[in-house]
Structures are given as structure tokens and as C-alpha cells.
Nanobody, 118 residues
Framework: QLQASGGGLVQAGGSLRLSCTASGSIFSSNAMGWYRQAPGKQRELVAMISSGSGTNYSDSVKGRFTISRDNPKNTVYLQMNNLRPEDTAVYYC??????????????WGRGTLVTVSS
């Protein structure tokens, strides 16, 4: 399962760091990432990182957010700087986990709320 933490309330221009750890019977973790869903909107990709640390960001967060991972800990991080009110959303972590050779599953965390006040 995935356990996320680090959300909260911050003023515009501030920073937060989200973390998400995969636990349980894991052979390896492949791509891991973060999505977000604002009220009344669809869930959207924020950032993704491959097992080799290749990254992909949505245009709206490029230059402000940084995704990273710690493979031995099966943990993915999202450093969010220069936050804006439009970043307010529930943030969900997502991971492609290899349970054993040839068996992969996609997992979602429960979500952590990020609120940015103006």
C-alpha cells in the first residue's frame, strides 16, 4: 500500500514537501508519481519519476516542483516551492509496483490535502 504525508495549509509563495512510501511485499518499484484533484476538476498528473529517475512534469508546475525518489526506501517525494492558490488540491501518489517478476500492480495513496491561501 501507499502512505502519503506532508500536506497542509501554506501561504502563497511558500513551500511544502510531500512524501509517499510503498510498503508490503514489494519486489521493486517502477514509475512513481503524483496526481492532484482540485474541487470540481478532474484528477491530473503533476509529476512522474521512472525507476531510473527520469522525470516528467505538467507545464503548470515546471520550475516550481521537484520530484525525487529513494529506491531502497520505495519512497517518492514532491518538493513544492513558490506555491500558488491554484495548486490547492488533494494530492495523490501513484506507483507501479512489481510484486514479483512478471507481476505488476498500480497503487494509489489515499490523498493528502494541500491548501494554498492567497
Amino acid at each position: 500500500q501507499l502512505q502519503a504525508s506532508g500536506g497542509g495549509l501554506v501561504q502563497a509563495g511558500g513551500s511544502l514537501r510531500l512524501s509517499c512510501t510503498a510498503s508490503g511485499s514489494i519486489f521493486s518499484s517502477n514509475a512513481m508519481g503524483w496526481y492532484r484533484q482540485a474541487p470540481g476538476k478532474q484528477r491530473e498528473l503533476v509529476a512522474m519519476i521512472s525507476s531510473g529517475s527520469g522525470t516528467n512534469y505538467s507545464d503548470s508546475v515546471k520550475g516550481r516542483f521537484t520530484i525525487s525518489r529513494d529506491n531502497p526506501k520505495n519512497t517518492v517525494y514532491l518538493q513544492m516551492n513558490n506555491l500558488r492558490p491554484e495548486d490547492t488540491a488533494v494530492y495523490y501518489c501513484n506507483a507501479n509496483i512489481q510484486l514479483r517478476p512478471g507481476v505488476n500492480m498500480i497503487y494509489w495513496g489515499r490523498g493528502t490535502l494541500v491548501t494554498v491561501s492567497s
